[in-house]
């Protein structure tokens, strides 16, 4: 992973914020917004593209202090459309300490701007990838990639209208204006884009050609000669153009299943704007996968922050800070087992060098100290890490969606068809009655076991889990998560400690099974087993849905049979998109991280049905796309799966 530094920040003789990496100022010494406003915001015409606009995509090289942001607000406040988004994706290699942004609202004269003082208060910790900040009372959905141009725009998923070419001069920073980084950026561009930047540098002017743009040179801001305007406009053949958003009938879905994830889902539609109607064969929410009565954020971390580490990272972040209803901050400590595991996760923390607020290793007195337990060895301490009270969650999530959500239980749905030229899916029963019907399904259903069209390149396993009340009498003043061979939630005096993988289908509670989970949690403290007492309360056992690759599955369901019949085709040129059932999404197999992965598909799903740009890197994206199967099977043909 590379590593994310906060660039040293300095104050010229004029005060303006200047960079000693590069060797240049942030902004104009000639006026800092009226640089963005003029450079920028009417470089790429916006007032008058972007009159009564519903929507506008800008994507930026630089974000520094957040300027060309506010600028582009301005116009998109000033003249789109009341009930418009803007979405405003912007890459930064080096992104500013938070006292150093302040500092340079400060020094911009724009310390009092409700935006940038949002912006402050939500600036993210310097973790590379994305984040995504809804700003504004929603207007605003601001994507910031933190890593290199060259790294991040190839992972960008987005159609942009806009692009701001801002890195610091071309002569000192080649990086950002290198042809590669200006053929990615062409790669984004909706059919027409308009693209500025202060610079009319000639090997700019020549990459952008090369890249498909038709370059003007217009007169320079605050003593510069000339700065460039363009237009997306290539004299060739390319690659489809980043598809638009799509449009769908009515804002009204169906989600099945009213598990934590089909809750969690449900309540962000309707954040969205959409009618829901939500539909489980159980008579009560969470009755079956989601019926532990409280579920740990499990992140994942590796030396190598492989991909698992990644999407966890990732989910986790995205939660969002204001809605932690059902929520307890408890953190974690992922606990080493032994002194040689302790030097191995100090040597991944160093090698990642995550920012303390995320991730720190704590010595066993730290750790002893935090957890309020005797703890034998150290472990790595996570305090954004939180655990679900699974009823209270799920009760909050229903409460918020209330005024546009339609609960029905008892519905146990058998089918979701759709006929040629019809517009909505059907969703019915085993007698063939319709249960609902709307342009957008979700599929919460855990397992894909249904009738609905089986994914069958990605088939899922079902395991079974129990998880224990546990006390050991050292523990009693335990207040965070502690994790290691087991995990230990403290609850009410108690701990529910988790979980087993067991190779039986025993619906019951398995004593058996809470002796493995005291065994293992007493390894985990250096205890003797028989030091671990059990509860009064029984164990809770559970089912989860898991694939091969034990990631989700997360978003629009592939259509297996006109892939097939396509094969030859696709395979020849694996830029076409893989035939997809419209309007028919799926959340599955969620394995051991439904916590996690209900947040992150959420995203996901309120995204993909709004034609967001990605709030995921496109290889994290393709490692939850429910068609990752069908495309592996497709490409190695011994594997083919039957068509139906
Ligand atoms: C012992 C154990 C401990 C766990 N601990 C944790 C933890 O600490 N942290 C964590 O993040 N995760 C944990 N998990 C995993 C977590 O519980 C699951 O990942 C999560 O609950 C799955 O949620 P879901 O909504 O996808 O599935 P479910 O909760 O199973 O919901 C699916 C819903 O779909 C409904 N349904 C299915 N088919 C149909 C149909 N045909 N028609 C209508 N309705 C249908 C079902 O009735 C069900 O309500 C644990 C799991 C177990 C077993
Ligand atoms: C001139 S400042 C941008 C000002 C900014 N647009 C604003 O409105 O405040 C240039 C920014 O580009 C960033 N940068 C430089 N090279 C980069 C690269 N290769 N990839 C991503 N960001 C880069 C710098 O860290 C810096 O924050």
């Known amino acids: 992973m590379p590593r994310l530094e906060h660039p040293p920040l300095r104050f010229d003789t004029n005060g303006a914020p200047f960079s000693t990496l590069f060797g240049d100022v942030y902004r104009s010494r000639a006026g800092a917004m009226a640089e963005s406003e003029a450079v920028f915001s009417h470089g790429c015409r916006l007032p008058e593209r972007w009159s009564g606009k519903q929507r506008a995509c800008v994507l930026e090289i630089g974000f520094g202090v957040g300027l060309n942001l506010l600028a582009a607000y301005r116009a998109f406040h000033l003249h789109a459309h009341p009930a418009g988004r803007l979405d405003f994706v912007s890459i930064e290699a080096h992104p500013l300490a938070h006292s150093d942004l302040l500092a340079a609202h400060e020094a911009c004269g724009v310390a009092n701007e409700p935006l940038l003082r949002e912006l402050a208060t939500r600036w993210p910790l310097a973790l590379p990838g994305l984040h995504r900040l809804t700003l504004a009372g929603g207007r605003i959905r601001l ?46 561009a909706a059919p027409d884009a308009r693209l500025a930047t202060y610079t009319a540098a000639a090997a700019v002017r020549h990459g952008l050609v090369q890249a498909g743009f038709a370059v003007e040179r217009v007169e320079g801001f605050g003593g510069k000669r000339e700065r460039i305007n363009a237009r997306y406009a290539p004299r060739w053949k390319t690659w489809l153009p980043p598809p638009p958003p799509p449009r769908w009938e009515s804002r009204q879905a169906v989600v099945v299943g009213a598990g934590l994830a089909g809750v969690t889902i449900a309540a962000r539609l309707v954040q969205e704007g959409w009618q829901v109607v939500l539909l489980d064969r159980q008579h009560l929410h969470a009755s079956e996968g989601s019926s532990q009565p409280l579920l740990a954020d499990h992140v994942h971390l590796s030396p190598d922050d492989n991909l698992l580490a990644r999407l966890s990272r990732a989910a986790l ?51 002893s100290d935090v957890a309020r337990c005797s703890l034998p060895t150290g472990g790595i301490w996570i305090p954004g890490s939180m655990v679900a009270q699974t009823n209270l969650r799920i009760a909050a999530l229903l409460q918020e969606a209330r005024d546009a959500l339609i609960w029905r239980g008892g519905c146990e749905v058998a089918s979701v068809q759709r006929a040629p030229g019809e517009l909505n899916w059907r969703v019915a029963d085993g007698r063939g009655q319709v249960l609902a019907q709307a342009p957008v399904v979700v599929l919460c259903d855990a397992s894909a076991r249904m009738a609905l069209p089986p994914l069958q390149s990605m088939p899922l396993r079902r395991v079974r889990g129990q998880t224990s009340w546990l006390r050991y009498p050292l523990m009693s003043g335990l207040r965070t998560v502690v994790g290691g061979a087991a995990y230990a939630v403290p609850f009410d005096g108690q701990a529910l400690v988790g979980s087993t993988y067991d190779d039986h289908d025993a619906a019951e509670p398995d004593p058996e099974s809470d002796r493995s989970n005291a065994r293992r949690l007493a390894a985990c403290l250096g205890t003797a087993p028989d030091s671990v007492i059990a509860a009064a309360r029984p164990g809770v056992v559970g089912f989860r849905w898991t694939a091969a690759d034990r990631l989700p599955l997360v978003g629009e369901m592939p259509d297996e049979a006109s892939a097939w019949a396509r094969r030859e085709e696709l395979l020849k040129n694996d830029r076409l998109p893989l035939p997809r059932f419209t309007g028919l999404f799926c959340v599955r197999g969620l394995g051991s991280r439904g916590l996690l992965w209900s947040t992150l598909a959420a995203e996901v799903i309120a995204g993909a049905l709004d034609g967001a740009p990605s709030v995921l890197e496109r290889d994290l994206h393709e490692a939850i796309d429910p068609a990752r199967g069908l495309r592996h099977a497709l490409r190695h043909s011994g594997l083919r799966v039957t068509t139906r």
């Open 143 to 188: 994507t910031l990639a933190f890593g290199e141009a060259a790294r991040m725009l190839p992972r960008l998923a987005l159609r942009a209208d806009t692009i701001f070419l801002d890195g610091f001069a071309p002569q000192r920073n080649p990086s950002a204006w290198e042809e590669p980084v200006l053929r990615q950026v062409a790669r984004l």
């Open 317 to 367: 972040l995205l939660r969002d800070p204001n809605q932690t209803a059902g929520l307890l901050g408890l953190g974690r400590i992922a606990l080493a087992n032994s002194a040689e595991a302790f030097s191995r996760q100090q040597h991944t923390l160093a090698t990642l060098d995550y920012p303390t607020q995320f991730a720190c290793a704590l010595t066993a007195a730290e750790a």
